[in-house]
T-cell receptor
Framework: AQSVTQLGSHVSVSEGALVLLRCNYSSSVPPYLFWYVQYPNQGLQLLLK??????LVKGINGFEAEFKKSETSFHLTKPSAHMSDAAEYFC????????????FGTGTQLKVEL | EAGVAQSPRYKIIEKRQSVAFWCNPISGHATLYWYQQILGQGPKLLIQFQNNGVVDDSQLPKDRFSAERLKGVDSTLKIQPAKLEDSAVYLC??????????????FGPGTRLTVL
C-alpha cells in the first residue's frame, strides 16, 4: 500500500534560516507527490507538485522540493524562512493509476522564531 | 474566481444527533471530494464524486455517513447519528477533471465539528 511519512511533527527555525521539511514515500512505482500548506482555520493550499517531469520542482512563496527516487524522498525546502511561513505543511501522494486520490502524511507544524 | 465554499464553518452537537455540511465547488469543476481531518492527522478522503456519480467511497462509514451531489454541482455530507470520534474538520475540495487525471485539488476552509 502506498503511504507517505513526514519526519518531525514540529519544526522550529529562526527567521532567515533554511527551512527543511522531510517527506518519504513508500511505493514501488514512483507516485505523484504534493506539498500543501494549511494556515490556521483555513483550507489547504497547494505549494507544489511533482508529476514525473523535472525532479526539482519550484512552488509558490519561494518553496521548492526535489524528487529523489533512490531515497524515496520529496523534501520541501526554502532558503530563508519568513514569519509568514509559520503554518502546517502536508506531504501527499497519488499512486500512478490511482485516479486523483490524495493520501496525506500526518503533517509538520513549522514555527518561525525571531 | 470564487473558491470552494463550505458552510457552516463551525458546528457543535451532542452525540447521537444529526448534522449536515454543505459544499459548493469552484464553478465548472467536475470532481468533488470530502475529507475528514482529525486533530493531529492528515486529511483522509471520505468520498469522491465525478459529476453526480460516486468514484470512491471506500473509506466512508456508510452506517452513519452519507453524501450526495444530486445535480453535479454542490454537495451535502451528513452524519446520523454522530459519535464522539466524528469530531474533526470536514474539508471539501474540487478539481477540474479528476477521475483518472492528475488534477490539482482546491480546498475549502472546512467545517469544524465538535461532538460532545
Amino acid at each position: 500500500a502506498q503511504s507517505v511519512t513526514q519526519l518531525g511533527s514540529h519544526v522550529s527555525v529562526s527567521e532567515g534560516a533554511l527551512v527543511l521539511l522531510r517527506c518519504n514515500y513508500s511505493s514501488s512505482v514512483p507516485p505523484y507527490l504534493f506539498w500543501y500548506v494549511q494556515y490556521p482555520n483555513q483550507g489547504l493550499q497547494l505549494l507544489l507538485k511533482y508529476t514525473s517531469a523535472a525532479t526539482l520542482v519550484k512552488g509558490i512563496n519561494g518553496f521548492e522540493a526535489e524528487f529523489k527516487k533512490s531515497e524515496t524522498s520529496f523534501h520541501l525546502t526554502k532558503p530563508s524562512a519568513h514569519m509568514s511561513d509559520a503554518a502546517e505543511y502536508f506531504c501527499a501522494v497519488i499512486l500512478t493509476g490511482g485516479g486523483n486520490k490524495l493520501t496525506f502524511g500526518t503533517g509538520t507544524q513549522l514555527k518561525v522564531e525571531l | 474566481e470564487a473558491g470552494v465554499a463550505q458552510s457552516p464553518r463551525y458546528k457543535i452537537i451532542e452525540k447521537r444527533q444529526s448534522v449536515a455540511f454543505w459544499c459548493n465547488p469552484i464553478s465548472g469543476h467536475a470532481t468533488l471530494y470530502w475529507y475528514q481531518q482529525i486533530l493531529g492527522q492528515g486529511p483522509k478522503l471520505l468520498i469522491q464524486f465525478q459529476n453526480n456519480g460516486v468514484v470512491d467511497d471506500s473509506q466512508l462509514p456508510k452506517d452513519r455517513f452519507s453524501a450526495e451531489r444530486l445535480k453535479g454541482v454542490d454537495s451535502t455530507l451528513k452524519i446520523q447519528p454522530a459519535k464522539l470520534e466524528d469530531s474533526a474538520v470536514y474539508l471539501c475540495a474540487s478539481s477540474l477533471v479528476g477521475g483518472s487525471s492528475i488534477d490539482t485539488q482546491y480546498f475549502g476552509p472546512g467545517t469544524r465539528l465538535t461532538v460532545l
